[in-house]
């Protein structure tokens, strides 16, 4: 990694001068609430203003079960949208700097050296952020420089919910309900039409951006772990314009909305569902705009259940957010959510390697959980209905401790959202909310209604 270190001229700090910007998971201009609040601020103050993105190192670790944290397909994809982001805000006379380092180091350095006043960043539900959040801010407090985090990844602002967060329903039909009564997805923010501009110090220091390197690093790990596989459902590409590109694919050019309930389950090809996920995930696409484009189809085009369809899995997206930010670290431990009924949870199964193996390559036996695997491994992609079954193979048919899963879904998949990923698996080995002990899936049942002619696994396993 770079040292990165500025001299100033006459060897003092500048005063509270610039304001930084954190982009996390939030890749995004338009409806950019963070970033809105952060231009307001610095030219309200005359300040200078620095965006900055880490690649961080704990995504290069592997978790405690060997997973890799991070893998090719998604750290591509997160490049991709950087890569547009630099352009798009180079445009608008900001910049926006690369790095690969750690924000717990680096922020705190560089308000030192810059004199930042305030880090505007989104707010993370997920418990390994939000203790970072914390850490950040307490070291922060060392440089007189304050962090300010904006809820910018989820639908609703915490003082929109109609509940206090010790009260989040635990379960979803009743969570939807309270919200889709009592709560309002705000209005739409513009893009910016300018950003003030960077101090001018970094251009005269050794702070450089480091998007090119890791494309690089990157690209190499690409060409040995192998491109995209071309079945693919669709290529997702970085960046905004590809997922807004996506909406119009979905919405505007073909209606697809208006047959989505009926096609949602569906396996193969890009129509059977949105695929807005990898945008969602790194924020490239705001959760509240998709909202709002399901709004107005309505009000122009067509309302029907599937129309609505959208917006209630939105609101899945949504209630997992919430669930992930409540209970903190009780999300990742082996009991999940169910600490207080950990006698009649389920009996974790030993972990076994070899069984666990054998599902991460795709070689159960089971031709179904195989030919999802395969397309796991192959496109950092899978079908909410392959997913909901090679989880529950690995839980109640293999008897892995489900963590493990997670941790490898984690590493392969495109649109990893910590909140979505973790509560999903949690839900389904029946330690999550609205805790069941046995939500088994019947996977050869399940094959025969959703792939009955054999289309999905012949694609995969031949
Ligand atoms: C074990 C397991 C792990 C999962 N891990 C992730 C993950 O890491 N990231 C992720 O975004 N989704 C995850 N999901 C949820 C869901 O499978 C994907 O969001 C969905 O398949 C993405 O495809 P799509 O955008 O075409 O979805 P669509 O069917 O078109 O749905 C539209 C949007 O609604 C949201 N959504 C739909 N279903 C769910 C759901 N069950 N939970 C949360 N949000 C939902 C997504 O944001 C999705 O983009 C997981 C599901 C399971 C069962």
Known sequence: MTTHKLSHSNGTNPSHSTTLFWFRHDLRLRDQLS?????????????????????????????????????????????????????????????????????????????????????????????????????????????????ALVWNHTLYQEQDLPFALGDLPDIYTQFRKQVERSARVGKLLDKPSQIPEPPQEIYNSS?????????????????????????????????????????????????????????????????????????????????????????????????????????????????????AYAYGSALFKPYGLTAELQRQAPKLGRASVKHFQRWTRGETGNDFVDANMKELNLTGFMSNRGRQNVASYLVHDLGVDWRRGAGYFESKLIDYDPASNWGNWAYIAGVGNDPRPQRKFNTRGQAERYDSKGEYRALWLN
Not at 35 to 42: D, E, G, Q, S, V
Not at 252 to 272: A, C, Q
């Open 35 to 147: 970033l809105t609040a952060a231009i307001r601020h610095a030219k309200k103050q005359g300040n200078r203003f620095l965006m900055l993105y880490f690649f961080e190192p704990r995504w290069r670790k592997t978790d405690p079960f060997g997973n890799e944290r991070i893998g090719v397909y998604r750290a591509q994809f997160i490049l991709e949208t950087l890569q547009e982001l630099k352009l798009e805000v180079e445009d608008l006379g900001g910049e926006l700097l690369v790095l690969d380092a750690d924000p717990l180091s680096e922020l705190p350095r560089l308000a030192e050296e810059l004199g930042g006043d305030f880090v505007f960043a989104s707010r993370h539900v997920a418990d390994e952020e939000t203790k970072q959040e914390q850490a950040l801010a307490r070291r922060l407090d060392t440089y007189n420089c304050k962090l």
């Open 207 to 323: 702070w450089g951006c480091q998007l090119a390197e890791l494309q690089g690093e990157w690209q190499d790990q690409l060409e040995s772990y192998g491109k995209r596989d071309p079945r693919a459902t669709i290529l997702h590409k970085g960046g905004a314009k590809a997922g807004e590109a996506r909406l119009a694919f979905y919405f505007w050019e073909n209606n697809l909305i208006e047959s989505y309930k009926d096609t949602r389950n569906g396996l193969i090809g890009p129509r059977y569902s949105t695929q807005f996920s990898p945008w969602l995930a790194i924020g490239a696409l705001s959760p509240r705009w998709i909202w709002h484009e399901t709004l107005r189809y309505e009000d122009t085009i067509k309302a029907n259940s599937s129309t609505y369809w959208v917006r209630f899995e939105l609101l899945w997206r949504e209630y997992f957010q919430w669930v």
